[in-house]
């Protein structure tokens, strides 16, 4: 119960924290905005092979990758993911926008966040990292990453929401969870734009080392 409550806490942060965002998207449906609409499609087929992999490998990856060390290893290898964004990153000389993004990269991003099922491997890390090298400019990844979350979140939720009820504890730690979620989307956006992305390497690689020796 506790987990599903925690997929709505997050759901409901990035909806506050990404709100003007939202609206310009609900504009899109109504034809109101154009901008807001080519985001939407984005959202969409970015959320495609995300959900073929999820219903397709879901339990796979959950039985044969969630063995502490596999985990641990998967910790280091989204840290190189992170490292090797930075490092190689295109968005400084390519610039693309939610204007210009084609449907490929969308495609792209979109595998690479069904990817992020496997345990250990950091969602908004491995999508961001791959937007980077495709060349969206570090606004629009961190925007897109976070706005492709939301169908993703809102179907694991939907999936775990069996004999769901709410207690105080879990009302409790639902609001924790959001309120940190805003605060984690302020922090993880400068660094971000502040060509700083690579710092989360550092620490995937400590604790994942961490794991494989102790775990």
């Given at each position: 119960?506790?987990?599903?409550f925690?997929?709505?806490?997050?759901?409901?942060?990035?909806?506050?924290?990404?709100?003007?965002?939202?609206?310009?998207?609900?504009?899109g449906?109504?034809?109101?905005?154009?901008?807001?609409?080519?985001?939407?499609?984005?959202?969409?087929?970015g959320?495609v092979?995300?959900?073929?992999?999820?219903?397709?490998?879901?339990?796979?990856?959950?039985?044969?990758?969630?063995?502490?060390?596999?985990v641990a290893?998967?910790?280091i290898?989204?840290g190189?993911?992170?490292?090797?964004?930075?490092?190689?990153s295109k968005?400084?000389?390519?610039?693309?926008?939610?204007s210009?993004?084609?449907?490929?990269?969308?495609?792209?991003v979109?595998l690479?966040?069904?990817i992020?099922?496997?345990?250990?491997i950091?969602?908004?890390?491995?999508?961001?990292?791959?937007?980077?090298?495709?060349g969206?400019?570090?606004?629009?990844?961190?925007?897109y990453?976070?706005?492709?979350?939301?169908?993703?979140?809102?179907?694991?939720?939907?999936?775990e929401?069996?004999n769901?009820s709410?207690?105080?504890?879990?009302?409790?730690?639902?609001?924790i969870?959001?309120l940190?979620?805003?605060?984690?989307?302020?922090?993880?956006?400068?660094i971000?734009?502040?060509?700083?992305?690579?710092?989360?390497s550092?620490?995937?690689?400590?604790?994942?080392?961490?794991?494989?020796?102790?775990?």
């Amino acid at each position: 119960e506790f987990d599903v409550f925690l997929h709505f806490a997050t759901l409901i942060a990035v909806l506050i924290f990404f709100r003007n965002d939202i609206l310009e998207i609900l504009k899109g449906v109504l034809g109101k905005s154009e901008s807001g609409l080519k985001i939407l499609i984005g959202i969409i087929v970015g959320s495609v092979p995300t959900a073929v992999i999820a219903l397709l490998f879901k339990d796979f990856f959950e039985e044969k990758f969630s063995q502490p060390k596999t985990v641990a290893a998967m910790l280091i290898v989204t840290g190189f993911i992170l490292w090797f964004s930075s490092k190689f990153s295109k968005s400084d000389t390519v610039d693309k926008n939610y204007s210009n993004t084609k449907i490929t990269d969308f495609l792209l991003v979109g595998l690479f966040q069904g990817i992020a099922i496997m345990p250990g491997i950091s969602r908004a890390g491995i999508t961001i990292s791959v937007a980077l090298l495709l060349g969206f400019n570090r606004t629009w990844a961190f925007k897109y990453s976070m706005l492709l979350s939301i169908p993703a979140i809102l179907g694991a939720g939907l999936l775990e929401l069996k004999n769901f009820s709410v207690n105080t504890n879990i009302l409790a730690g639902g609001i924790i969870a959001m309120l940190s979620g805003i605060l984690a989307l302020y922090i993880l956006s400068k660094i971000v734009s502040g060509k700083k992305f690579h710092i989360f390497s550092y620490y995937l690689w400590t604790v994942g080392i961490i794991g494989l020796l102790f775990l």
